[in-house]
């Protein structure tokens, strides 16, 4: 992690291979119920037939990329270091359960920011634009052509656009089955 990109913590992608297709989900209101800036441990409560999604992809040959808007930190309600071990704790609770998240890029700036350095007018990074998804396939190897999007809100949907691969919005109840419903299994 550097002060250039604070938010981004994926491992390191292979150097070389074919590419890979990718499922990119948004974190809030997808895989984690959005409680209103969750942050803390007592915050994480999974949505229901999250894990088996999870392993669902991954069982199909899907990286699977958390890409999180995380205004928060702009607006003062939690730090970087917070934002960073809930989604550790999110990565490790739906590893504990087989679910391997490949990766997770979240963006902490916002136009009415607190602080100067979260301050951005339009950062690439936020949904609705496609800087993270874009980053995360440049960084992994990640085939666009073969890779989608679940998000939860209109900001989701538009940033899969622009990064030109299909975005299917998730209302709930149970992720797993909406998983499995889009892989046609």
Same mark, same amino acid.
């Given at each position: $992690?550097?002060? /250039?990109?604070?938010?981004r913590t994926p491992? /390191?992608?292979? !150097? ?30 999974? %949505?229901?037939?999250? !894990? ?24 003062? $309600? ?7 071990a809930f989604n ?12 391997? %998240?490949? !990766? ?27 800087? $993270? %998804? ?25 940033? /899969?656009?622009?990064?030109? %691969? ?9 992720l797993n089955l ?8």
């Amino acid at each position: $992690m550097t002060d /250039a990109d604070p938010a981004r913590t994926p491992p /390191a992608p292979p !150097a070389s291979g074919p590419l890979v297709p990718a499922a990119f989900l948004d974190r809030d209101g997808v895989l984690n119920r959005d409680v209103g800036y969750p942050h803390r441990e007592q915050d994480l409560e999974l %949505i229901s037939g999250a !894990a088996e999604a999870v392993r669902l992809l991954n069982r199909h040959g899907f990286f699977t990329v958390i890409v999180t808007n995380q205004s928060g930190v702009a607006r003062g $309600m939690f730090d970087l270091d917070q934002m960073n071990a809930f989604n550790a704790l999110l990565v490790r609770r739906l590893q504990v359960q087989g679910a391997v %998240i490949g !990766a997770v890029y979240a963006c902490p700036y916002h136009s009415s920011a607190i602080e100067d350095r979260w301050r951005h007018a339009d950062h690439p990074d936020r949904k609705p634009n496609p800087g $993270m %998804i874009l980053r995360a396939a440049a960084d992994h190897r990640l085939d666009l052509a073969r890779s989608f999007m679940i998000g939860d809100r209109p900001s989701d949907m538009e940033a /899969a656009r622009r990064a030109g %691969i299909p975005g299917f919005l998730f209302q709930g109840p149970d992720l797993n089955l909406f998983v499995a419903d889009l892989l046609g299994v």
